[in-house]
């Protein structure tokens, strides 16, 4: 890139740190301290900031960088990625939304203990929870990296690892000073900013195609080396039965992962009641609708006008397509427009980061402190304010992220968070739903139901081509691979809702009746919610 990309977009880039420091030292003074603040920012966001908020916290790095790019190299197969990610609010907003505000008050933990005994409960969920947070968080990390890579013309790896590091120390600001408050307001910043950016390249690539999309497809077809099999599936999982499997495996953990995202589900805690978190929901899927469709046109639009070959020259997995995009629909690299118009996306991918891995990491600091420091202080012990810990939990959990991002500099972004969305589908959806809907679920079904499906989900993340035996792995020179597929969740779902099955029937304990008959209407009511 040009001295002048890199100028322009690191001002911009300076401009949106500026204002969203600006956003949480305000907020700070205004904070009063207690743990309603800090969690659930006070409890008095509307159902259209909200959704706003939620819309904000979703569309990841992995959706704006790695969804389009994954469709500028593979197709119609990327496409599972905007569908999934979609279709999965359906799951939300009919299932999980509305009672999750009624029966809990911070986190996942909150629901499941309503009615459990809470010290294991909560040492499984939080665990769980934190889990998911950090793999999610190393996908934003990942986009940062290959954001800033791509900026300096790919030289200097030693930028790409001080901006990781950077934007963890930017997330443990955020969280550590704003708490729930700043960063729905940061979400709220960034979500205007990522509609706005990816409308605007929407419309400059059907004009590039006077507005007719099958040339669009058409072109992208013929640039991609695969003729018409671009526009088919298989062509990234099809062919054998294995790359089949892991079709559904991944199609799995996107539709019943965002039910079990942690960050996700404390943001129905930010709005006053249950009808305002479900009107929370509609207002997000509305955005994240329309964004989803955007990505579809702007990952085709990548393939057709700049190409697969030069998408992947830049970075083997895609996650540069749009920037690139953003640098041919404004006039190439020597033009004004281009370089204008790469610097204002990729100052816009740096905001979704920055903003995603805040609102990640307040979640993840929440469960550590609300759910395993509460369970596991002993009672001698001096107990130290939730809050303090949770900013102390920030910043161990920044410290992890970031090494972790360092080592997965090399993966694609939306397939990293896909396996944070098995992770979630396997350890946090059934034991959520279970507690909500199962009249005889008991503690020991509900701590084997995580576990059940979270050691599953991570021992198989290891034994697969992910992390070593290909040319892709995180540990390309080693070979344990064992699990042939990419994703877990055609397994890890199924254990993680047998576990807890079996969990309850082999239980000694009795289901309390009076809880669950309290819980129930809690959940359907709203009488003597927080």
């Known amino acids: ?151 300096l013309g790919g030289e200097s790896e030693a930028a790409q690892a001080w901006t990781v590091i950077g934007v963890g120390a930017l997330m443990v600001v955020y969280v550590s000073m704003g708490g729930m408050r700043a960063t729905t307001w940061i979400q709220i910043v960034k979500a205007v900013l990522l509609m706005g950016g990816a409308v605007a390249l929407t419309v400059l690539v059907l004009v590039r195609f006077h507005g007719d999309f099958d040339q669009l497809l058409r072109t992208a077809a013929e640039r991609s080396g695969h003729g018409d099999a671009f526009l088919a599936p298989g062509l990234k999982y099809g062919g054998d039965w294995v790359a089949r499997f892991d079709f559904i495996s991944l199609g799995l953990a996107l539709v019943l992962g965002t039910a079990g995202l942690p960050h996700i589900l404390s943001r129905f805690y930010t709005v006053p009641t249950a009808r305002a978190a479900r009107r929370s929901v509609v207002w997000s899927i509305g955005l994240i609708g329309g964004f989803y469709l955007m990505t579809i046109v702007l990952g085709f639009g990548a393939a057709a006008v700049v190409g697969p070959e030069a998408v992947r020259s830049s970075n083997a997995a895609g996650n540069t397509a749009v920037p690139l995009l953003a640098l041919d629909l404004g006039g190439g690299t020597d033009s004004t427009g281009g370089t204008v118009l790469f610097a204002i996306v990729a100052a816009i991918a740096f905001a979704t980061i920055l903003a995603v891995v805040a609102g990640i990491t307040l979640a993840s600091s929440a469960s550590v402190a609300h759910d395993l420091y509460a369970s596991l202080r002993r009672k001698r012990s001096k107990p130290r304010s939730e809050v303090a810990v949770a900013r102390m939990a920030a910043v161990a959990i920044g410290m992890i992220a970031i090494g972790l991002g360092l080592l997965a500099k090399d993966l694609n972004v939306a ?116």
């Open 1 to 151: 890139m040009t001295a002048d990309h890199q100028l322009l977009a690191l001002l911009l880039f300076s401009l949106f740190v500026a204002v969203t420091l600006g956003i949480t030292t305000w907020v700070s003074r205004h904070r009063h301290g207690s743990a309603e603040e800090f969690y659930a920012g006070g409890r008095l966001f509307s159902p259209m900031e909200n959704g706003f908020a939620i819309a904000g916290d979703y569309m990841s790095a992995a959706s704006f960088l790695g969804i389009s790019g994954l469709i500028a190299l593979f197709g119609y197969d990327g496409l599972l990625y905007s569908v999934g990610f979609l279709v999965a609010w359906l799951v939300v907003l009919f299932l999980v939304a509305e009672l999750v505000r009624n029966c809990g008050r911070f986190t996942l933990a909150d629901v499941v203990a309503a009615r459990m005994s809470e010290r294991p409960v909560r040492i499984a969920a939080g665990t769980s929870s934190v889990t998911v947070s950090v793999l999610y968080l190393v996908a934003q990390m990942v986009g940062a990296g290959t954001l800033v890579a791509l900026l």
């Open 415 to 530: 397939f990293l968070v896909g396996l944070a969305f098995a992770v979630a589908a396997s350890a946090n959806l059934p034991v959520l739903l279970y507690s909500l809907f199962w009249r005889g679920f008991t503690t020991r079904g509900a701590v084997w139901s995580v576990y059940g499906g979270l050691v599953p989900s991570l021992v198989l993340v290891l034994l697969s081509p992910v992390v070593s035996g290909s040319a892709d792995a995180l540990f390309p020179s080693l070979d344990f691979q064992v699990f042939p597929l990419q994703n877990p969740g055609l397994v890890s779902i199924p254990l993680g809702f047998l576990a807890g099955w079996l969990g309850t029937v082999m239980s000694a304990e009795p289901p309390d009746a009076a809880r669950h008959a309290e819980t129930e209407v809690r959940s359907l009511t709203g009488a003597g919610a927080v």
